[in-house]
Nanobody, 124 residues
Framework: QVQLVESGGGLVQAGGSLRLSCAAS????????MGWFRQAPGKEREFVAV?????????YIADSVKGRFTISRDNAKNTVYLQMNSLKPEDTAVYYC????????????????WGQGTQVTVSS
C-alpha cells in the first residue's frame, strides 16, 4: 500500500515557475514507477511525466510540456518532484501524482495509487 500527498501548487503568473512535490509513504517507494497527471476543468485527465525505478530513473515528458517541465525523484526522501518552468495559462489544472509497481507506465489505468491532487493556476 502506498499513500501519496502532493504539495506545491498555487497561483502563478504566466512565465513563472512552480515545483510540485509528492511525498509517498511506505518503505518500497524506490520500487515504484511514479507519474504526474493533470486534469483541467471540463477536460480528460492528461499524462504529464513519468520516472521509472528499475531503469536507472528513466524519464519521459509529454510533448505538451517538454522543454518546460522536468520530473525527478529522491528515493531517500520518498519524494517525486515536478519542476514546472515557463508556465502558461493552459497549464492550469489539478495535478496528481501516481504510483505503480510496473516498470513503465504512461496511462492512468496502469497506476494503482493516486494522491488527492494539488491545484495549479496560471494567470495571463
Amino acid at each position: 500500500q502506498v499513500q501519496l500527498v502532493e504539495s506545491g501548487g498555487g497561483l502563478v503568473q504566466a512565465g513563472g515557475s512552480l515545483r510540485l512535490s509528492c511525498a509517498a509513504s511506505g518503505r518500497t517507494f524506490s520500487t515504484y514507477t511514479m507519474g504526474w497527471f493533470r486534469q483541467a476543468p471540463g477536460k480528460e485527465r492528461e499524462f504529464v511525466a513519468v520516472i521509472s525505478w528499475p531503469i536507472g530513473g528513466s524519464t519521459y515528458i509529454a510533448d505538451s510540456v517538454k522543454g518546460r517541465f522536468t520530473i525527478s525523484r529522491d528515493n531517500a526522501k520518498n519524494t517525486v518532484y515536478l519542476q514546472m518552468n515557463s508556465l502558461k495559462p493552459e497549464d492550469t489544472a489539478v495535478y496528481y501524482c501516481a504510483a505503480t509497481p510496473l516498470a513503465w507506465a504512461i496511462t492512468g489505468k496502469q497506476y494503482d495509487y493516486w494522491g488527492q491532487g494539488t491545484q495549479v493556476t496560471v494567470s495571463s
